[in-house]
DNA sequence: ATAACTGTATTATTGATATAATACAATAAT
DNA sequence: ATTATTGTATTATATCAATAATACAGTTAT
């Protein structure tokens, strides 16, 4: 799976949102098992100490839930997940709006540039 | 003037980017002299140093251009305004359109999101 | 002429981030 | 029982970003 670390912001932050994204949208599984600290680490081919500073924020947030000897786990609140999903959405599209309005692109403008992008 | 600068980037990147947007939106005119260096910092509320650096990436964009010991003027180049108006605007869209896609959100449910926000 | 203001450069210090190299106790696997 | 694997903690080092405090030479303003 495509780990893309940049160094244009801190790297445990961007391992907090591309492991929060793949929860949310499902590409980890309610309940599973993570990799290991070191084998995430070796996969985003980062040090096991920043993949471990982002799982702690990950827990933080109750995304997911760390057993010491056994491993961590992805949440098994669904609800959790989705109100995530929904809000982050939701920020995602205010900021996008505010920058363009910025920008002096109109709404219509907007929606146009967005219908020739294929999703 | 809201200078809205945040401690989650470097702060010499937020400032090249609200100057940025500022000479693209027309809020600074071209060719008009701007703020000296202490005052820029001054409003912004960061060390002049900061400033400094900041003006010197939009230099090297060729958005503004120093008079050694007069000022810092915008460019008079608003053909080159108007394509990083435009290219930045396609980016923004671009990045958005990525991030929501990943998220699992439709083009629809996207442009609906949208159209919820007032411009 | 003198004083104030310009961009620019330098040096030092601090804090955050990232990596490296270990270490440990508890559990799981063999 | 022994070994390997787990999350977690610690210490050290290096780098970048930011601030602070000056300094300088060349205009500009008075």
Sequence with gaps: MAWEIKNDRPVYIQLVEELELRILNGTYTTGTKLLSVRDL???AQVNP???Q???GELEKKGLISSRRTSGNYITEDEGLINDL?????ESEVEAFCEKVKKLGITKEETIELINKEDF
């Design 41 to 43: 680490a070796g996969e």
């Design 85 to 89: 999903r929904t809000e982050l959405a």
């Design 53 to 55: 500073k982002a799982l």
């Design 49 to 51: 100490n920043t993949m």
